[in-house]
Structure formats: structure tokens, C-alpha cells
């Protein structure tokens, strides 16, 4: 039985056959239907040269295609095509010299990283198996087609991929593959910071997350990693903390509190790591609950100036340190009992405090607004206007606070 995302695409390789061509599946999707794990996208690889694709299919896009990679649409669907390759000449670690384009499909799997990876299977449902991926992915193992050594000589990418998949698939990694990490980790020093964030992103996403983590810091990994090196301990200490229902963000939190990082230091491992602007927001802005909530539980005007999904968040790497099973009741209660959830839904605005005082605009103002913002949260006072003028005229309050 082949799934859906096969069965749509089968038309296509129909149609490259029928030019005379040969085309599979290949990669991650083969692998996952093997596994029995769900299916996004297939990828496709063809003997058919770009130019011979744009022939079969009259709308497509490049892509790719120095790497013989193109995008065909069909049906209201979209493919990646890529033309069978070899790859010779790593000089720099990460890219090959030069990519020949080529009409076997044994060749072009024999450049793919992993075994479980090396796989093709054609419009039928066989599969083409030359480096018994099969076979390792019965064994649950990750071994890469060929030396070790001189695969990730050729990528040192690949070395990231494997612990990625490990963690993705809760695999082991072959031993002669493992022993290559370690003697070869360094070689990471060659690779560009985001591809890296790319492959530690997944990692942390992966049900083995646990060993993934451990694996980076006990085979080196870790030293040619942003920020991490010389961090065994804590990067260990991190690992044991991380759960696996934290989300990208918590683990992220999980890991700067680990390495012990000031806000002020947060800021700058996370740009080494090029995280985005807003995610580097978001992760200190729930470090910085998390340190509150080591000290003090949590009370109103903490969730709300927390919002409820950012206070949940702090919560759950709380309760990993604290070796405790995480509670998100309280917070949601105390957020549902909140008479308002956010500044906009003030009903008051500056104009009317200073209009009711008859003052002019000043510091005292934003003063005075946050109290009456407070005293709305906890109930003091309900969020209506003519409540809180009456309220504000009977406080001492209406001195302001020069
Ligand atoms: P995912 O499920 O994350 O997409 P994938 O195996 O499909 O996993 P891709 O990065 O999409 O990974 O790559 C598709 C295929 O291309 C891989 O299965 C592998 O055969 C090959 N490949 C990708 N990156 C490399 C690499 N660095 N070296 C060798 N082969 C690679
Ligand atoms: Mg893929």
C-alpha cells in the first residue's frame, strides 16, 4: 500500500516515463513510508536533464537547477524534480566542486548521506534498495552509505543530520559511524551558522531529543557549535531538564538558563545562533519569568502582564527544574478570572484622567494609569468608566503622583 502523496504523484513519473525517461521516489518520503511514519512531500528523482522536464511539463520553476533541481506544477500540486547527480571534489567541507548530471539511478543514490536515505521506489510501490537501508531501518540504525569518513569529509553537515535523525526517528547510530563523529566534529567548523540552527531546531523537536542532546555534547559536536563550547556539563544538565512536550521556545529558555547567560548575554548567544529578532524577544521575555517564578509563584498581575501562553511556557520549564510534574491550572485560572486581558481593554484613557483632573499631561499620568490598571486586575475597581472616576474622586489617588 502506498499513501496518498504517492498515489497523486504517480501521473508525473507516468508522464516522464512516457518520454522515455526513468523517475522515482527517493529521500525522506520513501524512507517514512517504510517507517510508517506520515508523509508531507515526495521528492522525485528523474534521468530527464531540466531542459528535457520543461519539455514533458509546460509550467515549472528554477528552483534549483545548478543542482538540477526544478519545481513542476501539476494539477494543482507542486513536485521537486531533481535530476539524477553525482557530486566529486569536496574541498571546502560542504559543497561539492562540481555536480554532473547523470542517467543512473544507482549512482545518483550512492551520493545520498544515509542509507535508510539511499532508497528509490518507482510508480508501482517497489523499491530499489542497493545499500540495505531496508535493513538499517529494521535495525533502527543510521549508517551512511559508504565510509563514514569520507562522507563527512565531503559534508560535514551530514555529521548534524545524523543526530537530527536520531532524534527524529529515536534511532542508534551505527558504531563506525558514531566513532567517524567523533574524530571528525571538527570539520563542522566549516559550516554555515543557519544551516546548523536548521538541523539543532529539528533535533530539539524530536522525540529522542534527550540522547540527541548528549550525543552532541559526548562526541565533541558541541565545540563547533554557537556558544556551547566548553559546555559539556551544562549542555548535559540541559539535556536531563529537557522534556518532551517543551516547545522550541521552552527548550530554548531550558538551555540559556542552563549555561547560566545574564539577559544581557542571552541576547548575543541567540543572534550567534541567528535566530530571528522576535523568537530572541519571545525566549527572554520567558527566561525572565522563569528567574521570577524560581522566587515567587504567580499572581495576577504577573499573568497578565505575562499573557497566558508565555506564563504556561515559564511554567513548564519551572516545573522540569524543579523535577515536578508541570500544573498549568493555576495559571489558567488566575488568566480566566483576569477582568481584563490586555491594556486596550482598559476603559479609561489618559485624556479622561487628565480631562477628570484638569491637569496637564506629565510623568504622574502613566503612573496613575498603571494603578488604576492594577487596581482593575484585582478587582478593586470594576473596568468602567464612571466606576473608576467615582473611585479615583473617593482615593487619594487623584493627588496623582507628581
Ligand atoms: P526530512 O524529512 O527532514 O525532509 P529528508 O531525508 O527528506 O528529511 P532532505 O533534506 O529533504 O531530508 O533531503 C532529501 C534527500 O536528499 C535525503 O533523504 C538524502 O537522500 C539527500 N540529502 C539531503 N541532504 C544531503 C546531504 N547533505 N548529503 C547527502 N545527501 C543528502
Ligand atoms: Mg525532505
Known amino acids: 500500500m502506498i499513501g496518498q502523496p504517492f498515489i497523486q504523484a504517480v501521473p508525473v513519473l507516468k508522464l516522464i516515463e512516457n518520454a522515455g525517461y526513468e523517475a522515482y521516489f527517493v529521500g525522506g518520503s520513501v524512507r517514512d513510508h517504510i517507517l510508517g511514519r506520515e508523509i508531507s512531500d515526495v521528492d522525485i528523482a528523474t534521468s530527464a536533464l531540466p531542459e528535457e522536464l520543461k519539455r514533458i511539463f509546460p509550467k515549472t520553476n528554477d528552483v534549483g ?71 538499517a531501518i529494521n535495525k533502527k540504525e543510521i549508517v551512511t552509505v559508504g565510509n563514514p569518513d569520507e562522507r563527512f569529509g565531503e559534508d560535514a553537515l551530514r555529521m548534524l543530520r545524523a543526530v537530527r535523525f536520531q532524534s527524529q526517528l529515536s534511532f542508534s547510530i551505527g558504531t563506525q559511524t558514531l566513532e567517524s563523529l567523533t574524530s571528525l566534529c571538527h570539520l563542522l567548523e566549516n559550516i554555515a551558522v543557519e544551516r546548523k540552527t536548521v538541523e539543532f531546531e529539528k533535533l530539539l523537536k524530536g522525540p529522542a531529543r534527550r540522547e540527541a542532546v548528549q550525543l552532541l555534547a559526548n562526541t565533541g559536536m558541541i565545540q563547533y557549535l554557537p556558544g556551547l563550547k566548553g559546555q559539556r556539563a551544562e549542555v548535559i544538565r540541559f539535556s536531563r531538564h529537557l522534556k518532551q512536550d517543551f516547545q522550541l521556545a521552552e527548550s530554548w529558555v531550558l538551555l540559556v538558563y542552563e549555561l547560566g547567560l545574564k539577559d544581557k548575554e542571552i541576547e548575543g548567544f541567540l543572534r550567534e545562533w541567528k535566530l530571528p529578532v522576535q523568537k530572541i524577544k519571545r525566549i527572554k521575555q520567558i527566561h525572565l519569568l522563569l528567574l521570577h517564578r524560581l522566587k515567587n509563584d504567580w499572581n495576577p498581575e504577573l499573568v497578565y502582564n505575562a499573557g497566558l501562553e508565555d506564563a504556561i511556557s515559564a511554567e513548564m520549564v519551572f516545573a522540569s527544574l524543579q523535577n515536578i510534574v508541570g500544573s498549568t491550572e493555576k495559571i489558567k485560572e488566575l488568566h480566566e478570572r483576569l477582568p481584563i486581558k490586555h491594556r486596550k481593554e482598559l476603559n479609561v484613557t489618559g485624556n479622561d484622567v487628565m480631562g477628570w483632573l484638569d491637569k496637564q499631561p506629565g510623568p504622574w499620568l502613566r503612573g496613575l494609569l498603571e494603578e488604576i490598571e492594577r487596581s482593575v486586575i484585582y478587582g478593586i475597581v470594576p473596568n468602567e468608566k464612571e466606576k473608576i472616576k467615582e473611585w479615583l474622586n473617593a482615593s487619594n489617588l487623584r493627588s496623582g503622583k507628581n
Open 65 to 135: 537547477i545548478e543542482h538540477g533541481t526544478i519545481l513542476v506544477h501539476y494539477k494543482g500540486e507542486h513536485y521537486e524534480i531533481t535530476t539524477f547527480r553525482s557530486e566529486e571534489n569536496y574541498t571546502d567541507y560542504r559543497r561539492p566542486d562540481k555536480v554532473s548530471f547523470i542517467r543512473s539511478l544507482n549512482e545518483d543514490l550512492q551520493r545520498r548521506d544515509f542509507t535508510m536515505n539511499a532508497m528509490a521506489m518507482d510508480k508501482k510501490g517497489n523499491i530499489l534498495d542497493p545499500f540495505a537501508g531496508k535493513e
